[in-house]
Structures are given as structure tokens and as C-alpha cells.
């Protein structure tokens, strides 16, 4: 008996105390033990690890030590497995003139429908959050503190400023007529990428996009990051999709016709090539929109910009050995992204280098498609990236640190230097030796010529940040840094700063991390409502989305429990395979099910946390399933055609169940991007290190039809035993739990990291095209400067202004800078120097090649045998 709270803490514990093992008696343990206790009164325990709120019931009955536990009745009683149910949130909306949210209907006359919508949330509020709605609340959850009530209060207040948000964007629309018809055409093009799949918005996404609109049109409006928090699933990426479009077309029919409107970075290694295919249908959309509508410009075409690993950088003329070669026709194929055509949809898709244009093309074959050029709109090299500037960008976030390295990365922030007069070579950049005009073909003899449209406006519009909960820690502080130097550069270049949009899976300390990232503030859509699961938005119902299962193996390995979790999946279906009328007749399910059942429970997922983990159990599902498993391996190591090949039979499975796919053994590739609706089965090997990534890949599995998810705990572990003792609030509440972001822009040590990259960006986007030719030696360099009065201090000071260290706290950051750039300077004025090459001065070493080079790296030496 202890004590918590000033109540009584009874601790019961079941021991072993039988006979001790012997030759006679081998096994002494106890299975399938329970522990029940019945007709004691209790006072619930309280989940200390989350903050008190008034949304959230924090009272747990009873802690499971090694064991969960559930309710049965009157009595609390252990369990080796705990079992806890999502309801599956339904996306309508109360209202009492019920808005027409289908894309024709917003492509003909949008005003009406999403007045309606506006009404319906105001009056919604009325009654949801006016101060006698939350004194009902307050009585029902037998009396709030007094900051349960202020933050109640609060959040409220949050409330009515979303709404008088979406009733800004709903004026702007009224009186801006491009804005309109840029809305207008957005739906259309939405519907093109939808197929008929879905007719039209949930209201949250049609929310979002009319509060976003606010942002197109006002630069003040910069200054707040947007951050969608919605449920993984809930239509996140279609969201973003109708910002772009609407995006890309106002940037259209306002005098852009040419660069880039939006970026999108993704904190990934790989991209999902599912979520870039959805990119590329929206865009084609748009593209047929701005081709039908006669808009002028260039057309709308998605770049695809995760290079080296993933997609080619450059293609050379000469290759070196790994690099691609132009001669090899066996090259394209190697880096085919698409699955479709974006424009019919046809799976005719050919790969092809045209040496005329230096260009690696995706090409359709189908005849009767819209699109009557050769190569699709679509680039998955980055020089060409460079070279044509599609309007939306789609990559990962780690090809920031190319600010630092490439020229050519002006173009994400600003106008290229011109444009050749070879036909198809697109935009130039600085002046090389091998290319005197800044074309990046090689051996182009073409002259560099003006740009046609305003400098100003060839900055983006939108910088779009997926999964911003997973910018924590390092990479995140030396993000911080690299998105403060597109700003500076951006601005330098004479064009507001980027509108930023987020999505996240947390609300925790959201605003520290904007402010941190972006130097800006933050702000959440849509605003959750006063109680759990429900909201104006969405509210969870009682149909089945999820069953988790939570598994606490002991006396076996995990990787036998994950097995023989497998082989009874895969048993149970194929026993509906072989006898379907005994078993539809023993579940009650009628035989017309037979082929749904077999098509969307017949293949499971086996999710493991580290890539050993995934490895050990694609080993085992060959060697350890008594049964013919077609097994494959989805991780950041697996190549593009394997990928692109499963996924394509996940989509369209073969005619024969043997012949299909049965397991998917997947690391967090899958758990971003990736929307499957016959993915329903999941075995989780052990608990993500982040909350954030379990709700992220338990959300791979139910996307449409009732998942099961079986997580198996590594009860030996602290902190998984813990999470299985409260489970059921784990996965109830499992927002709360995702941690705070640990994130800090004024490290020293990052800073050391990141300076060289941030000056070298300076000197590539700015200085050299100021000088009018190439800053590649030590002397021009030095030259430059001292034609320009630049120097250290003044260096120094630009590079602090730039990264927002102009505060009493960041003295020792000024110092650093300072001194940093005395050393380099010092080198560069050096008439004895030795040191060539501008990217060799950095006092600190060489620039980051990518945003994660935080870890001192070291060599491996080996036997030259």
C-alpha cells in the first residue's frame, strides 16, 4: 500500500510461488493468468504526462504493471491484450441552408455556397462556444479550474478569428475578379485530378482554402505560417492542392507567366511517388484550365526535385562512371516517376532522353490525349528544374542546402540571369568556362537574351512545408537557417517574402516552432472544437475506422509473435478463398462479400522502426510462414521501378489471389504520402520513437474500410511497457502525447554549420550577377569587393540581419559572425594565399551538402584486400 495524491495507491501483484522446476516439472510458469478486482471503491488515477485542459478527460481507472487493463463491469481485470476502437470521423457539417461544396457547383457560382458555409459556422460558434455553451461544459465535467476556463475562453476567441478569416477570403473574391477566376477555374481543375473518385470538398478543405486566399493577395499576411492539423487522412494533400492551383492560375492572370508559384518540401529522404502522382494530376488540371481559358504563359508543369539517389542531377555529355548516360536507351527507364499520363490517365508511359532539347521526358502514348506535345509537363532532373522553372516544385527539404553550391538556385528565389535563343534550352544562369552563356546544356552555342517579364515577379508565392512536426532537433535548427536565407535572398531580390503553409500532427508548441523555423507567427486551421472528436468540421461517429490491438509478447521474440500474427492473418483469408460459403456463414457475412473481403484483407503490413528491423522481418516472412507468401519491401533504399511496381499492383491487384501481393514489409516510407484503401491490416513491430510517427502509419491502414492494427510491445522497455499500461489514452489521445518540438535557431554550433552555405548563397545569387560575370576565382572575388566597398563587417552584418540576430541574446552569434567573417575575409585579401576556389575560404569547412550533415563525419579504412 503507498500512497498518491492523498489517496490510498493499492499495488496487487499475482506471484509464482508453486513448486520450483525440476526434471519432472520443466515449465513452472503460469499462463493465460489473470488478475480481477472486484467491490473496492476507486478514485481514478490522472495522466500526469498531459497538461490538465478542458477538452480531454485525463482520468485512467487503473495502471497495468506489465499487463494492461480493462473494465469489465463492476471489476478491473488484467489483459495480455488491450483493445481500443476509433470511430471513423464523418466530414458534413450542421447547418440549416446546407452549402453545395461540389466542384461545379464552386466552378459556376462559388459566392452563395460558401456564404452559406460562413453562416453555418457562425452559427455553429453560437452555439458551441458562446459562453453559455461552455458553462454546460463546465458543469458536465464537474467544475473546471480556473485556467481550464480561461483556456476555454481563449480558445474561443481563436474561433472567431477563423471565422472572420473565412468571411475576408469570401470578401476578397467578391471584389477581386481574377481571384475569382482563378477560383473558379481551381475547381475545375481539382475535379480533373479527383476522376470522379470525389465530387467535391470536404467543408475543412474548402475552409482552409478560402481563409488561404487572404494570403495571395495581402503580403502582410507573410508574416504567419499557416499550419493545417487536420487527421491523417482526413484530405490534407488535397487541400494543399486547391491552395497551389488557385495559386499557380491568380499567379497567371496577374502578369506571372512564367517561374515558380510554389515550392513544397517534404522532410523526407524519399518522396512518395503516390503523393507526387496527385501533384501532377492537379497541375495537368490546371494546365488544361490555362490552355482552354487562352491565359498567357508558359505551361503549368510540376518539377520533381529530389536529385542524386532518387533522380539524376545533370545528365552529362560525358558521363562518369554511376552517372546516366545520354547514349544508354536503357537510361530513361531507370527514372520513370509517373504512373499515369496527369492529363488521360493512360498507363502508357514511355521514357525518353531527347538529346534535341538535352531533356529526359516523360511521354504519353495514348493518342487521344490532350496534351499534344511530346515530353509532359513534368521534370525529374534537376538542371532541367533549373533550366525551365515549373510553376510548383515538389521535393524534399534537404535540397535547400543547394543554395549554397548551385547558381542555378537563384531561380527558387528570384529571376535567372536570361533566357537562350536556342529553342527548348531554357533559362540561363552565371557564366562558366563551359558555358559562357549561362545555359545549362552542354556545348550550347546559344546567346543569352532579357527576360521578358518583371523581376519581381519570378520569386515564389508559396513555400509549402509538409510533416513540420518532424523538423525537430538538428535538422531543424539548420533549417531555420536556410529558410531565413530564402527570405533574405528572396527580398534582396525584390520580391516579398513567401507565403509559408504547414501541416503538422501536433498542436504542441506550434508557435515556438513557426517562430523558431520562420521568424513568424503561427496559426492553426482548422481551430479544434470545445470537446474531443467533435468540431464544426468533422466529428467521430461510432462506425469502425481502426481496432488497435495492443500485444505484450513474453517468453517468445517478437519476430515469432509477428510471424504467427501473419500466418493466422493469412490462414484466416485464405481459408475464405477455399471454403467461402462455411466461413461467410459462420461470420454471418453474405457471399457477396467474398471478393471485397479477399481483395481488401488479403494483404498485411509488417511495419518495422529501424531498417534492421524491416530487413529481420522480410527474413522471416520467407523463411518462418508455412505458407507461399508473395512478400515485398517497401523502404527509402528500395529503388523507383520497384516502388512504382508495387504500389501499381497494391492498386490494381492481379486476378488471382495466389499471384497478388499477401505481405508489405515497409520502414517510414510508408507512413507519409502513401493512400492504399486495400491496406487494412498492419502488424507494428514495437512503438515509433515519436508519437507523431505512430499516428502517422497506423493511418496507413483504414483509410476507407475498418482497420486492425496489432502493436506489439517490447515489454522490457520502459517506455513501451508504459504505453501499454494506458494504451487506450495512448491511441484516444494521441495528439496530446506527441511530444513538443525540441527546436533552436541560436545554436553556435549550428551556425558554424551553416554559415559558409549562407554566404556562398550570397555570393551566387547576389554578388555575381551584381558583378555582371563569374565570381569563381579568389581574385575576381577579391576584386569585387574592393570595387564595391564590401567588407568583413559589412558581410557580417547582412549575413546577422539575414538570419534575424539582432537581439540582446544573440551577442556571442554576432561575435561568431563577426570573427568568421575576419578570418575569411583576411584569407580572400591575402595577396600570398594559396586558396583558389571562393567555396575553399569558409574558416568553418566546406558548405552543407544537405540540410542533415550535422554529425562530424569520419573515415572508414579498411584492407586494401
Known sequence: MESWKDHPELIITLVNEGQEKSSTTPDTHLYEATVAVTGLPTVPFELEALPETFRYDRRVPAYGINAGVEVVGESLRTTDVVVTDRGRPLYSIEAAQTPDLTF????????????????????????????????????????????????????????????????????????????????????????????????????????????????LVDPADADTVDTVWFATGGGKTETYLGLLVTSVLYDRLTGKGEGISAWSRFPLRMLSLQQTQRFADALAGAELMRSREGIQ????????????????????????????????????????????????????????????????????????????????????????????????????????????????????????????????????????????????????????????????????????????????DSLGAVGSHYEAALDHLQEELGARRAKVVASSATLTGFERQVDVLYQRGGRVFPQPGPSAGRSFWSHETPALARRFVAVAPRGVTMEFVSDRTLTVLQESVRRLLDDPSGVCREAGVDLSHVAHLLSNYGVNVVYGNTLRDVEAARRSID???????????????????????????????????????????????????????????????????????????????????????????????????????????????????????????????????????????????????????????????????????????????????????????????????????????????????TVRWPQDLSPSGPVMRSLRDVEESAPVVGDED
Open 104 to 215: 461545379a457547383a464552386l466552378s459556376s457560382d462559388p459566392l452563395p455556397e460558401i456564404e452559406k458555409l460562413i453562416v453555418a459556422l457562425e452559427e455553429w460558434g453560437s452555439d458551441n462556444w458562446s459562453s453559455s455553451a461552455l458553462d454546460d461544459l463546465d458543469a458536465l465535467a464537474d467544475g473546471w479550474t480556473p485556467d481550464m476556463r480561461a483556456e476555454a475562453e481563449s480558445e474561443a476567441a481563436k474561433f472567431d478569428a477563423e471565422v472572420t478569416r473565412l468571411r475576408r477570403g469570401l470578401d476578397l473574391l467578391a471584389v477581386d475578379a481574377q481571384l475569382l477566376h482563378a477560383f473558379k477555374l481551381a475547381n475545375e481543375a481539382i475535379a480533373h485530378a479527383a476522376n470522379g473518385r470525389y465530387e467535391g470538398w470536404r467543408a475543412f478543405q474548402l475552409g482552409f482554402l478560402v481563409g488561404a486566399l487572404v494570403g
Open 623 to 833: 523463411t518462418q510462414i508455412p505458407l507461399e507468401i508473395q512478400a515485398e519491401t517497401l523502404t527509402g533504399g528500395t529503388d523507383f521501378e520497384t516502388v512504382r511496381g508495387t504500389l501499381r499492383r497494391l492498386e490494381t491487384p492481379e486476378a488471382q489471389f495466389q499471384d497478388r501481393i499477401h505481405v508489405i514489409a515497409a520502414s517510414s516510407m510508408l507512413s507519409h504520402g502513401v493512400d492504399i484503401e486495400r491496406l487494412n491490416t498492419m502488424v507494428m513491430l514495437g512503438i515509433p520513437l515519436t508519437t507523431a510517427e505512430f499516428i502517422q502509419t497506423t493511418a496507413r491502414v483504414g483509410r476507407r474500410w475498418p482497420g486492425l492494427v496489432y502493436v506489439l510491445h517490447r515489454i522490457g522497455r520502459e517506455r513501451e511497457q508504459a504505453t501499454f499500461g494506458q494504451f487506450d489514452s495512448y491511441v484516444r489521445q494521441g495528439d496530446r502525447f506527441v511530444e513538443p518540438v525540441p527546436i533552436t535557431r541560436r545554436s553556435r554550433r549550428v551556425l558554424a554549420l551553416t554559415t559558409s552555405g549562407i554566404v556562398e548563397a550570397r555570393r551566387l545569387a547576389l554578388h555575381e550577377p551584381r558583378s555582371g560575370g563569374a565570381l569563381t576565382t579568389v581574385s575576381r572575388l577579391r576584386s569585387y569587393h574592393q570595387d564595391n566597398a564590401t567588407n568583413a563587417a559589412s558581410e557580417a552584418a547582412a549575413l546577422a540581419h539575414a538570419l534575424g540576430f539582432d537581439g540582446p541574446l544573440d551577442e556571442m552569434l554576432t561575435d561568431d559572425i563577426a570573427g568568421w567573417m575576419h578570418s575569411y575575409f583576411s584569407t580572400l585579401n591575402d595577396p600570398a594565399t
Open 297 to 472: 504563359g508558359t505551361p503549368i508543369g510540376l518539377g520533381f526535385f529530389v536529385g542524386k539517389g532518387g533522380t539524376p542531377n545533370a545528365i552529362a555529355l560525358e558521363p562518369k562512371d554511376g552517372e546516366p548516360d545520354p547514349h544508354d536507351p536503357n537510361m530513361p527507364g531507370e527514372f520513370q516517376v509517373l504512373m499515369r499520363c496527369p492529363f488521360c490517365r493512360s498507363a502508357e508511359i514511355d521514357m525518353c532522353f531527347d538529346r534535341a532539347s538535352w531533356t529526359l521526358q516523360h511521354r504519353c502514348a495514348n493518342e487521344a490525349c490532350p496534351w499534344e506535345n511530346d515530353g509532359l509537363p513534368f521534370y525529374v532532373v534537376d538542371q532541367e528544374i533549373y533550366r525551365f522553372l515549373p510553376s510548383v516544385v515538389v521535393g524534399t527539404l534537404d535540397k535547400a542546402a543547394l543554395l549554397g553550391m548551385q547558381a542555378a538556385m537563384r531561380g527558387f528565389v528570384g529571376a535567372p540571369r536570361g533566357v537562350c535563343s536556342r529553342p527548348g534550352h531554357g533559362y540561363c544562369y552565371s557564366p562558366r568556362s563551359a558555358r559562357p552563356n549561362g545555359c545549362l546544356v552542354p556545348g550550347c552555342q546559344g546567346e543569352r537574351r532579357n527576360l521578358s517579364q518583371p523581376r519581381e515577379r519570378w520569386a515564389p508565392t508559396l513555400r509549402l512545408q509538409d510533416e513540420l512536426h518532424l523538423l525537430r
